[in-house]
T-cell receptor, first 115, second 116 residues
């Protein structure tokens, strides 16, 4: 199993450009998440998908859209990038069984710089 | 609502010394608590998780954490630090066992530095 994969690993955009961050998991998990990580801020939830076809806003959704294309894939789109969106973006998927094994697995991240 | 406070953005210890990373939480319901580790340029990896089954939780790489309800704390410890432990450590809380619809609420992180 590859686990959670993200593409690209690095990206530089100019203000106003658009792009889509891709995330895929091969663990047959129902729930998937997008977080952003900023220095001194920890991780903050952008969007969440409980299952294929459903998405919900997290703590910091402004400026982003998401698509849960199928059970495996959950993409994050920046329609008009702004410097404030410079960050490291992490995708996660959740294994839901009993409480002791219910946890989130994270991808390696996408480092985005908006100039 | 819940929140996490990690005391100390940077902690430095000597190789072989005790590692203690502090985490205090606030939660209106019984919490699930997590410690994740992030090595340079990598994603987050789960170290351990508190699920109310036991107050002392043992994780990977020799780490453990003790849940103290009276102190609203979940501090991470390791008896003897190794150079390979140098990383960023995040404490997280959730009212749901795996984060639920609100995801995990993370602390700001503690950068662990190991001195040779």
């Amino acid at each position: 199993n590859a686990g959670v994969t993200q593409t690209p690993k690095f990206q530089v955009l100019k203000t106003g450009q658009s792009m889509t961050l891709q995330c895929a998991q091969d663990m047959n998990h129902n729930s998937m998440y997008w977080y952003r990580q900023d220095p001194g801020m920890g991780l903050r939830l952008i969007y969440y998908s409980a299952s294929e076809g459903t998405t919900d806003k997290g703590e910091v959704p402004n400026g982003y859209n998401v698509s849960r294309l199928n059970k495996r894939e959950f993409s994050l789109r920046l329609e008009s990038a702004a410097p404030s969106q410079t960050s490291v973006y992490f995708c996660a998927s959740r294994r839901q069984q009993n409480p002791s094994t219910d946890t989130q697995y994270f991808g390696p991240g996408t480092r985005l710089t908006v100039l | 609502a819940q929140s996490v406070t990690q005391l100390g953005s940077h902690v430095s210890v000597s190789e072989g010394a005790l590692v203690l990373l502090r985490c205090n939480y606030s939660s209106s319901v019984p919490p699930y608590l997590f410690w994740y580790v992030q090595y340079p340029n990598q994603g987050l990896q789960l170290l351990l998780k508190y699920t109310s089954a036991a107050t002392l939780v043992k994780g990977i790489n020799g780490f453990e954490a003790e849940f103290k309800k009276s102190e609203t704390s979940f501090h991470l410890t390791k008896p003897s630090a190794h150079m390979s432990d140098a990383a960023e450590y995040f404490c997280a809380v959730s009212p749901y066992s795996g984060g639920g619809a609100d995801g995990l609420t993370f602390g700001k992180g503690t950068h662990l530095i190991i001195q040779p």
